[in-house]
């Protein structure tokens, strides 16, 4: 079983539009995150989410959003998509406070026309 | 706020030579660190960790990474590279365990046969 998955690994859309990626983890990891990997490969956080806190990069636009249904998903959703939103999308879990270990996803590439 | 910089964007190799990878943080306190290995259309994937004890830490596939404050680094070193390694290498660097991670911004390693 994949400990960490995300959905859909592509997507391709047109500017303005409203989508979201799907992570989930089977891992009983209790934060889990958002990075944006963009052309240059530079990882950037953009959120950290458990169950009592949402910690938010503050460069991140407020057109992106986290949403935990619970404990093992943590859905993003960006809203008016611009062309500088193309990138790799990671999603990743990990014991709050524990190891410091980032269990990564396999990312989604998500291309904005 | 802290930082990381991986001085080598690219780096070539032959097979069976030996591989330093560079990584320089800047954070006021003693740091947490990482390095993480991504294969090509791949998450990433934790090769080693730092938090405290023995300067030089022993990581998955033969990888090891040591701790000099004085110098403020982190490098990766393996002995003798394999094909297989060919990847993208970051160093990360976090506040304390939990939290999130600040990324350098990668060095593409390719090895020659």
């Known amino acids: 079983d994949t400990a960490v998955s995300q959905t859909p690994k592509y997507l391709v859309t047109q500017m303005g539009n409203d989508k979201s990626i799907k992570c989930e983890q089977n891992?009983?990891?209790?934060?889990m995150y958002w990075y944006k990997q963009d052309s240059k490969k530079f990882l950037k956080i953009m959120f950290s989410y458990n169950n009592k806190e949402l910690i938010i990069n503050e460069t991140v636009p407020n057109r992106f959003s986290p949403k935990s249904p619970d404990k093992a998903h943590l859905n993003l959703h960006i809203n008016s998509l611009e062309l500088g939103d193309s990138a790799v999308y990671f999603c990743a879990s990990s014991h709050g406070g524990g190891t410091g270990e980032l269990f990564f996803g396999e990312g989604s590439r998500l291309t904005v026309l | 706020a802290q930082s990381v910089t991986q001085p080598d964007i690219h780096i070539t190799v032959s097979e069976g030579a030996s591989l330093e990878l560079r990584c320089n943080y800047s954070?006021?306190?003693?740091?947490?660190l990482f390095w993480y290995v991504q294969s090509p259309g791949q998450g990433l994937q934790l090769l080693l960790k730092y938090f405290s004890g023995d300067t030089l830490v022993q990581g998955i596939k033969g990888f090891e990474a040591e701790f000099k404050r004085s110098q403020s680094s982190f490098n990766l070193r393996k002995p003798s590279v394999h094909w297989s390694d060919a990847a993208e290498y970051f160093c990360?660097?976090?506040?304390?365990?939990?939290?999130?991670?600040?990324f350098g911004g990668g060095t593409r390693l390719m090895v020659k046969p």
């Open positions: 990360a660097v976090g506040a304390n365990a939990g939290n999130m991670l600040t």
């Open positions: 891992l009983g990891h209790d934060t």
């Open positions: 954070y006021g306190a003693t740091p947490y």
